[in-house]
C-alpha cells in the first residue's frame, strides 16, 4: 500500500494528528464503533480545524483515494472508515458552545450526543437527538435524527438552523434558509453527500428533569402489550414519548434480579410534561399490569446515557429498519414470535415513535421524506463475539422480511446497512430523492462524498 501518511505531506500541513498504517495507534484509530467493520484506511486524519478538514480532503482527491468522513464513527455499515483511502476524522472537534439567551447551541463537526447534552443540560435546555450518548451528533443529525423529544420537538434537523460546510472542492459555505437554502435543505435528512459539516447551530428548548424509565412485560406478552402500545402511543399528548422494545433483560441494578437474562418486551418512556400530571399520564400504562415499572425522575442527560453501558464500543452489530404508519396484527404476530427468538442478550427490536411534531414539517421541507409515519423501526443483532455474525445477521433479516410487508417500505437511512442496494436507497430518501440528486449534482458533481448512504448526482 503506498505511504500516503508520508507522500501527502499531511502531517506537515495539519494542526491534528496523522495516523498511518505504520504507526502504533493505527488499530485503534482505523476503528470504528461496529467491532464488524475490518478496514485498512491509508491514512486517517484527526483534524482539530476547518483548514485541517480542507487540507485533509485535498490529500485525499489530489492522491486519487476514497475519502471517508467520521463524525461520532457509530454507522452501523462503518462509513466513518474505508479500505486504502483518507479518513477525515472529525472527533478532535468536538467543542459545544451554548448561548442560553438566543436558546442556541453551536456544535463541532466531530461532538457527541453526550457532549451535546451535557453542555445544554447546564442551562435547564436541550434539542432532539438519538438514545446513546457516544453517537455523532454530525452523522445523526445529517440523517435526520430522532430521540425522546421528537413528538415534541420534531426531528434533529427540524432544530438546525444552520451550518458549516466544506464542500468537496474544498471551499467552506455556510447553509441556513438565506445562505445556500437548497443545500440546507439537503444536508436536513440527504447524509453525508454534500459536504463536511464542521459545525451545526441548533434550536434548543427547555428541558431539565424527565419523569422517565422502562415499564417491561414477559415475552409472552408482547403481542397484548404491541396491540395496545400501537394504538395508545399515538393518542397521547406530544409531552409523552415511548419506544416499545423486544429485548432480554440485562443483569444490571436498573432490573430487579429475578428479571435478569429473561426474555421481555418493554416501553421506555419519556414525559415532558408536569411531574404533578405523571400519575394520571401513566395511569393507562400502569392499567397493563408491567411486570416491572421503573419510571422515576431523572436529569434528562441521565436517561440519554441510560443504556451507554449495555453498549459499549467493540460489539459486532447487524441492523435492519423500516418505516410504519401503523403496526397491524400481522405485524404484531412475527414481532411475538421473533421477541422469544432474541439470539443474543444484546440484540433487540426498537419502535420509536415519529408522530406528533415530526409530522408537522411537509414531505418536501427537508429532504427527510416520510413526515406521515407513525413509528421507526430497528432490529439489531448485537454480540461480543464474531463467532455470532452469522447468527445475528440470519436473525435480524428473517425478523426484518417478516415484518417488511406492513412497512411504508423504506427505512430511516440511519438505520439501513451497505448491503440492502441501491433501490433500498432510493426508497430511504423517497419522493426527495431526484432533488436530493440535482443538489449533489451542484455540491459535489465528481462523488467525492460516497461513503454514505450515496445519491448519485444527477445528469
Ligand atoms: C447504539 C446506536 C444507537 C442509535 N440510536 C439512534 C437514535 O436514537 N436515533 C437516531 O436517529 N439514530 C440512532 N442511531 C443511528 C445513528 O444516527 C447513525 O448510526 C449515525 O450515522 C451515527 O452518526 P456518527 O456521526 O456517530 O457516525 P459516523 O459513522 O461517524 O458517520 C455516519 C455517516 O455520517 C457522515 N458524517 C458524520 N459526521 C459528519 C459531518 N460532520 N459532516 C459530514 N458527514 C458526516 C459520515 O461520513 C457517514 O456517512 C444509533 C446508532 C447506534 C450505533
Redesign the pocket.
Known amino acids: 500500500m503506498t505511504n500516503l501518511a508520508e507522500t501527502t505531506g499531511l502531517r506537515d500541513r495539519i494542526s491534528g494528528e496523522v495516523v498511518g498504517p505504520r504507526d502504533p495507534e493505527y488499530d485503534e484509530a482505523r476503528a470504528?464503533?461496529?467491532a464488524m467493520i475490518d478496514r485498512g484506511p491509508a491514512l486517517i486524519a484527526r483534524c482539530r480545524s476547518v483548514g485541517d478538514v480542507r487540507a485533509a480532503l485535498e490529500a485525499g482527491r489530489d492522491a486519487g483515494s476514497p475519502i471517508?468522513?467520521?463524525?461520532?464513527?457509530?454507522?452501523?455499515p462503518?462509513?466513518?472508515t474505508i479500505d486504502g483511502g483518507v479518513v477525515i476524522d472529525?472527533s478532535p472537534m468536538r467543542t459545544v458552545e451554548v448561548d442560553p439567551d438566543r436558546r442556541t447551541a453551536r456544535v463541532q463537526?466531530?461532538a457527541?450526543l453526550g457532549a451535546l447534552d451535557a453542555a445544554t443540560h447546564e442551562h435547564g435546555l436541550a434539542t432532539p437527538?438519538?438514545?446513546?450518548a457516544?453517537?455523532?451528533?454530525?452523522?445523526?443529525t445529517?440523517?435526520?435524527?430522532?430521540?425522546y423529544l421528537s413528538r415534541r420537538y420534531g426531528?434533529?434537523i427540524d432544530n438546525l438552523l444552520e451550518a458549516e460546510?466544506t464542500l468537496a472542492d474544498g471551499r467552506s459555505v455556510r447553509a441556513s434558509e438565506t445562505e445556500h437554502p437548497d443545500l440546507f435543505w439537503a444536508l436536513r435528512g440527504g447524509?453525508?453527500n454534500f459536504?463536511?459539516?464542521?459545525s451545526?447551530t441548533f434550536r434548543l428548548h427547555p428541558v431539565r428533569n424527565v419523569i422517565c424509565g422502562p415499564t417491561a412485560w414477559p415475552a409472552s406478552a408482547t403481542a397484548d402489550v404491541l396491540s395496545w402500545y400501537r394504538d395508545f402511543m399515538p393518542a397521547q399528548d406530544e409531552d409523552l414519548f415511548g419506544f416499545f422494545a423486544t429485548m432480554t433483560v440485562p443483569p444490571v441494578d436498573t432490573f430487579p434480579e429475578p428479571f435478569h437474562l429473561h426474555k421481555a418486551c418493554a416501553v421506555v418512556w419519556c414525559y415532558l410534561g408536569d411531574p404533578a400530571d405523571a400519575g394520571d399520564v401513566f395511569a393507562g400504562v400502569r392499567d397493563m399490569e408491567p411486570a416491572f415499572d421503573g419510571i422515576g425522575e431523572a436529569p434528562y442527560p441521565g436517561l440519554q446515557s441510560a443504556?451507554d453501558g449495555l453498549?459499549p464500543r467493540g460489539l459486532q452489530?447487524y441492523w435492519r429498519g423500516d418505516l410504519f404508519r401503523t403496526v397491524p396484527d400481522g405485524a404484531v404476530e412475527a414481532h411475538a414470535r421473533f421477541a422469544e427468538e432474541l439470539p443474543t442478550m444484546h440484540s433487540a427490536m426498537h419502535l420509536?415513535p415519529i408522530d406528533g411534531a415530526v409530522n408537522k414539517v411537509g414531505s418536501g421541507d427537508t429532504a427527510w421524506a416520510y413526515r406521515d409515519v407513525t413509528f421507526?423501526q430497528?432490529i439489531?443483532g448485537v454480540d461480543p463475539d464474531p463467532a455470532n455474525v452469522p447468527a445475528l445477521k440470519r436473525w435480524a433479516v428473517d425478523y426484518w422480511e417478516a415484518t417488511h410487508p406492513y412497512s411504508v417500505g423504506a427505512a430511516?437511512a440511519?438505520?439501513m446497512m451497505d448491503d440492502e442496494g441501491q433501490e433500498r436507497v432510493r426508497a430511504a430518501y423517497g419522493t426527495n430523492y431526484d432533488r436530493l440528486a440535482e443538489v449533489k449534482a451542484t455540491y459535489d458533481p465528481d462523488n467525492v462524498?460516497r461513503?454514505?448512504?450515496n445519491i448519485l448526482p444527477a445528469r
Open positions: 470504528v464503533y461496529n471517508a468522513v467520521r463524525g461520532g464513527g457509530h454507522s452501523g462503518g462509513f466513518g472529525l463537526g466531530g457527541t437527538a438519538g438514545i446513546i457516544s453517537t455523532g451528533v454530525g452523522g445523526l445529517l440523517g435526520g435524527g430522532h430521540g426531528l434533529t460546510v447524509g453525508g459536504g463536511i459539516v464542521t451545526f443504556f453498549y452489530w420509536y421507526s430497528v439489531v430511516y440511519n438505520f462524498l461513503a454514505n448512504q
